[in-house]
DNA sequence: AATGAATGAGCGTTCATTCAT
DNA sequence: AATGAATGAACGCTCATTCAT
């Protein structure tokens, strides 16, 4: 079956994670999949393939879900953020965007995700503040800051220990909008 | 002189923030800087000793001047987002953006840059709405905010091709403490 | 039946004549032969087993016929020419001949090719040319001579394009003799 | 001093007329050179790039000397028998011959060859036999025969262990065309 | 007979680092 | 201070071969 497949791919994605791709040997990554050197190379012939199957598999932007939105739009944003439309482990978020930076196909996801983000939280903004339509420029600041807070969170939160309350930071926006 | 010393560090800072610390060889950096390899390692005894130079003379975070702030809370923030307390090249902010992930030394440089930059946000807003101190977890959250939209901003920018306008988040903001 | 051991030597002789024995892997050839890699190893227990096979079977020396000579030594060489006694394809030629200089069986066989080659040459003259026996070394050598030249004809004409008309070279040796 | 080089260059010329370059490894290659593995890549960065320094280095056509011909074409046959325009060792003859098949370096020099030894020879026929010079054809056919079994010399002799007597094929040559 | 996952030795190559000069 | 040959561990990857099914 698959087995050795999946653990080399959990073993590759905590390594990454922790390391970096370049810094991350598939021997090392053989070793704590606890699979011969060469099985890697039967499941993904270049080392590259690891990474992007990774990405693949592993990172997932979630369809809109339609259901009602709540009346409110702190709620809205809320629920937006408790939902973020990526199905991703914290460690699959760090090599995201670690190696965004020199390989393209992180990029390119991560690229897609920040758009989806910041469609979705203006189209938030949009239903459940009626009011606010009239100021789109505001209203596509708001969206973009609280989109950017949501990706950069795993990087800050590595960084300083800290981490930006999702829901906090959806109530000072709506207030500031209205 | 120390015409060498420098040329190696400029091919550094240009390779590494072109295809990261670890996949950039000390003799691509020779080759590049136009040094034999050998001298690469007189001036820094280990690559890493490259890098570590590199964050500590051309990546600056600036002492708090403490020149008297606007009287309005959204000009002060408008200025501090102006004058990013890092004097860095835009190379250097890559550089110290993609390696803090995995490298201790950019890691504790950023964290401190962040530090700092909450700091002042916070300051500032704490000046300029004498009001709103009552409040200090909303502060804080702002503060926070502000922080990471200008700290990210460059990453974001290689990434979408948008840059969040500064000056428009920190109106935003300062609706919504007031 | 035994389609699959067909195509696995088919796809062998290909690959062998064009790339050569080591530089080819027996996951190539079982991909050219379209077959599962396990299979080439069902057929073969080794690799080398494919060279010798193919050798064994598809290159094969011909019993001398004894059916009467053409009465002029030069039409007799020309016949020996026109019936070099190897029955091979142009690519297990290319083999046998590559292979020869580092893998014993290839060279046993060529070498048995080339024995076989100046026994008929030097028959041929001597029961045409029956004033020549005398001269036993300087007829061995003009069957040698004759011999080598048939021999890597294809080779010469690989590298340089040009071949060396046996009929003509038959007319020569014949009037050095006489 | 370039005593690595040559003994790198040593090693190599042995090992792959015995082996040939595809079976023979870098490793190999070191170990009889008696040099550290990574010193062959010092100063050859590339596998192919010891055989084609080989090639290079070790394999040249002299200049035809313009010195006085023997006046008897016998003579002057054998002369230019004696002084194959080859400067190799009998290991870069193999080398030459085995990967010519499959290198286009080796290929071309060995062409090279070919052509300059069938043209001295010619050359060598028609100024020693002017009467033969009506009969061009024969005695190119000469000529060619004459390169050819100086060329598959040292293969012929790896085959069968004789060799064919150049002088005495030089005087069956000569005679056929008086 | 047929299959493809599994195995580990070995390959060509890279590389940070050392060191004699 | 400056140089480039030397070094050997480690890298990504290939491969013939095995074996359970």
Redesign the pocket.
């Known amino acids: ?5 999946t653990r080399i791919l959990d073993a590759a994605e905590a390594l990454f994670a922790e390391t970096g791709y ?1 810094a ?6 053989a070793l704590a999949a606890d ?16 990474l992007l199957t990774l990405i693949d598999e592993r990172t997932e932007i979630e369809e809109p879900c339609e259901e009602p939105l709540p009346p409110d739009p702190a709620g809205a944003l809320r629920r937006l953020a408790a939902r973020l439309p990526l199905r991703a482990s914290p460690s699959m978020r760090r090599i995201l965007f670690r190696e965004a930076d020199t390989h393209r196909t992180a990029r390119d996801r991560l690229t897609a995700l920040n758009r989806e983000l910041v469609r979705r939280a203006r189209r938030t903004l949009e239903l459940t503040l009626p009011g606010a339509r009239g100021d789109a420029a505001r209203l596509e600041i708001a969206a973009a800051t609280f989109a950017t807070v949501l990706l950069y969170q795993e990087n800050l939160f590595h960084l300083t220990g800290d981490r930006i309350d999702p829901d906090a930071l959806a109530d000072l926006l709506t207030q500031a909008l209205t």
């Open positions: 079956m698959n087995d050795s497949r370049e991350t040997s598939t021997a090392r990554i699979v011969p050197k060469g099985l890697v190379f039967h499941y993904f012939p270049q080392k590259m393939d690891v």
